[in-house]
């Protein structure tokens, strides 16, 4: 059993690994805190206190009843009781895709606990007119899954074979917590003079497997940070390495 933690009003489970400054690792859609424990292992290693945790809904941490829906504030407020919580802030935040938002927001609204900030992916398409058309097919994909399968097949659509059958076996489950981050990626109210005003130092990165929408999404929050390193090579370990020792 991993221990739990306050969330705003939910139980968080977390794995810590090593010890000196605190990073938090947030997961993305479809993921929990053990889909980030190869990252941990590896930013321990440059002589790190890592923190990841199982969003609301995902693997053993709770969630309202009914949970239909959230909001990166929402998902935001939760890191900001978990940091407290465990005496963990200032702290080096990095996140994956739906994680980012939370990092980015996190970042902006309560600046006091963030050191720090890794943007893997960010899906933060209001800055991008263009991923319309992406977004409906990635929505239409989804749809289809869930009429034929139901919502499990819905996870399973997604990940396209993209994560290992003990993963995708917890997601699955977690699937009402899926659901509910895809209703909420666009809730993030973030505007280019809040972008411009952060100080914290922050890398943006993407990979070879990042969609063209979220590299666009990725070059728009580069343009804009004032403190920002941009790199394509996707490697979150050793980018949140790389602020530890700045």
């Not at 489970?13 to 605190?22: I, K, L, M, T």
């Not at 977004?135 to 990940?159: F, H, I, K, M, Q």
């Amino acid at each position: 059993m991993s221990p739990i933690a306050a969330g705003q009003g939910v139980d968080l489970a977390y794995e810590e690994y090593g010890s000196g400054p605190a990073v938090l690792l947030v997961h993305g859609l479809a993921g929990d805190r053990l889909t980030l424990a190869p990252v941990a292992r590896e930013v321990t290693d440059a002589g790190a206190r890592v923190i990841t945790y199982s969003r609301r809904g995902y693997d053993g941490s709770s969630a309202p009843e009914p949970y239909l829906g959230t909001t990166v504030a929402e998902q935001t407020a939760d890191a900001a009781a978990l940091l407290q919580g465990l005496d963990a802030a200032p702290a080096t935040v990095a996140g994956d895709g739906f994680g980012a938002l939370v990092a980015l927001d996190l970042l902006l609204r309560r600046g006091d606990l963030v050191r720090a900030a890794v943007l893997l992916d960010p899906p933060l398409y209001a800055l991008v007119p263009e991923a319309t058309r992406e977004l409906s097919d990635a929505y239409e994909l989804l749809r289809s899954a869930v009429t034929e399968g139901g919502p499990e097949a819905g996870v399973a659509a997604w990940l396209a074979g993209r994560a290992d059958d003990a993963t995708l076996a917890r997601v699955q489950a977690a699937h009402h917590a899926f659901f509910a981050d895809v209703a909420g990626l666009a809730t993030l109210p973030v505007t280019r003079r809040e972008l411009r005003a952060a100080t914290q130092p922050v890398t943006v990165l993407t990979g070879g497997g990042t969609s063209a929408a979220t590299i666009a999404a990725a070059d728009a929050i580069a343009e804009l940070l004032p403190n920002v390193t941009r790199s394509h090579d996707g490697d979150l370990a050793g980018a949140t390495a790389a602020l530890l020792g700045g």
